[in-house]
């Protein structure tokens, strides 16, 4: 079987190459998608069976399905095109192709699913790795998809595609995009990273990890709404570390924070813990083969040497005035003074901006008398504030 579909494949590939210009099939030529399917499924359903009974059997399971899977990417090298400027009898060569190409990616959504708790996640496509790579409209394809006839794995390829979490995270991000300021640090950030991305996570474990990763990206941005803070900038890098991906940008803009003498010692001496505590990660996910860049460290041991030599170079007080008594009457004194206009940092009344500037000379002590407040959880005590919730 696995060698009829190289050979289906092997055409496909030169007519494609051709852009299916002057493209004919006879009916002998053409290839009954319906019958391989079925086969492939009663393949399948018997590996299912053999596993049930031998869990041992897993690798002959994940060969074929690997190979399979490497079948659909010799098809999709180039991302799958959406010709519209075919004759009749060579779109329908175009469309004959396009379904056993749309009928692999059924075969292996259906093989994903059938298969779960049988492999690891490390061993296991992703569920992204299963859907077509089309490139066009969503118009285009959804026109050119119902050009095809109703087929069981279309209806388990659209399936997936809905509810795929890799692929949603990504129209997150593409939302997100939308609403941002083109000069923010968060819309440079997020459409450079979205441009980067050319292909699906590699497996089911990389996967998760991926869109853990956007979904908290997704939530530095919404949290750090301030178009220019030293948080979100350092929260986005870190974050980018953790997919192996720097953007040069961000990391200017972090270093601008720490130049322009807006940071006191403590704070070095905490970032430098926090990139060395990234590090072990990012070393823990090239080893996991969860991402790629080796470059990463690299980068990492530049930022940590260039904020040592900072913490050499600033001569920067660490006295501060300490708040010993609740922390909410507090932010309730000072909220009242930003509200009413009394307070500003720069002429602007943010409360984030004016808040980690008093944080640089203030400190609050914790309500159970444990140590001091971060800025972020003093941050969370100003918002219930604007919110009226803090009681």
């Known amino acids: 079987m696995l060698a009829t579909l190289h050979n289906i494949t092997d055409a496909i590939i030169i007519r494609k190459s051709?852009?299916?210009?002057?493209?004919?099939?006879?009916?002998?030529?053409?290839?009954?998608?319906?019958?391989?399917?079925?086969?492939?499924?009663?393949?399948?359903?018997?590996?299912?069976?053999?596993?049930?009974?031998?869990?041992?059997?897993?690798?002959?399971?994940?060969?074929?399905?690997?190979?399979?899977?490497?079948?659909?990417?010799?098809?999709?090298?180039?991302?799958?095109?959406?010709?519209?400027?075919?004759?009749q009898n060579e779109q329908k060569v175009y469309l004959h192709d396009f379904n056993f190409y749309l009928m692999l990616c059924g075969i292996l959504t259906k093989a994903t699913t059938l298969f779960k708790g049988y492999f690891p996640s490390k061993d296991r496509l992703s569920y992204a790795q299963t859907l077509p790579v089309i490139k066009g409209n969503s118009r285009r394809i959804v026109q050119t998809i119902n050009l095809l006839p109703e087929t069981p794995w279309m209806h388990t390829i659209q399936i997936e595609q809905q509810k795929n979490k890799f692929v949603h995270s990504?129209?997150?991000?593409?939302?997100?995009?939308?609403?941002?300021?083109?000069?923010?640090?968060?819309?440079?950030f997020l459409s450079d990273y979205r441009m980067s991305i050319k292909g699906?996570?590699?497996?089911?474990?990389?996967?998760?990890?991926?869109?853990?990763?956007?979904?908290?990206?997704?939530?530095?941005?919404?949290?750090?709404?301030?178009?220019?803070?030293?948080?979100?900038?350092?929260?986005?890098?870190?974050?980018?570390?953790?997919?192996?991906?720097?953007?040069?940008?961000?990391?200017?803009?972090?270093?601008?924070?720490?130049?322009?003498?807006?940071l006191i010692n403590k704070d070095f001496t905490d970032e430098i813990k926090n990139l060395k505590s990234a590090q072990k990660k990012c070393k823990r996910l090239l080893s996991q083969k969860m991402i790629k860049n080796e470059r990463i460290i690299n980068h990492i041991n530049e930022i940590i040497t260039q904020l040592s030599q900072n913490i050499n170079n600033e001569k920067v007080s660490n006295e501060y005035i300490e708040w010993t008594h609740n922390p909410k009457d507090f932010v309730k004194a000072i909220h009242k003074f930003?509200?009413?206009?009394?307070?500003?940092?720069?002429?602007?009344?943010?409360?984030?901006?004016?808040?980690?500037?008093?944080?640089?000379?203030?400190?609050?002590?914790?309500?159970?008398?444990?140590?001091?407040?971060?800025?972020?959880?003093?941050?969370?005590?100003?918002?219930?504030?604007?919110?009226g919730d803090l009681i």
């Open 338 to 387: 930003i509200s009413k206009g009394y307070m500003n940092f720069k002429g602007n009344t943010d409360m984030q901006p004016i808040v980690e500037q008093l944080t640089r000379f203030i400190k609050v002590r914790k309500l159970n008398n444990s140590g001091n407040l971060t800025t972020t959880s003093l941050l969370t005590y100003f918002k219930k504030a604007n919110c």
């Open 170 to 188: 990504l129209e997150l991000i593409d939302q997100k995009i939308s609403e941002l300021v083109p000069s923010s640090p968060a819309y440079s």
């Open 200 to 262: 699906y996570p590699v497996n089911l474990k990389q996967e998760k990890h991926m869109v853990k990763t956007h979904l908290n990206i997704l939530q530095i941005v919404d949290e750090y709404s301030n178009e220019d803070s030293y948080y979100l900038v350092r929260e986005l890098m870190h974050e980018g570390f953790q997919l192996g991906w720097l953007h040069e940008e961000t990391k200017n803009k972090y270093f601008k924070y720490y130049n322009d003498g807006n």
């Open 18 to 87: 051709l852009k299916w210009k002057n493209c004919f099939l006879t009916d002998d030529e053409k290839t009954d998608c319906n019958n391989i399917f079925n086969q492939m499924q009663l393949r399948l359903n018997k590996y299912l069976s053999k596993l049930s009974k031998n869990i041992k059997n897993t690798d002959l399971v994940s060969h074929c399905i690997r190979n399979v899977y490497s079948i659909k990417s010799r098809l999709q090298e180039n991302e799958w095109p959406l010709p519209c400027t075919l004759t």
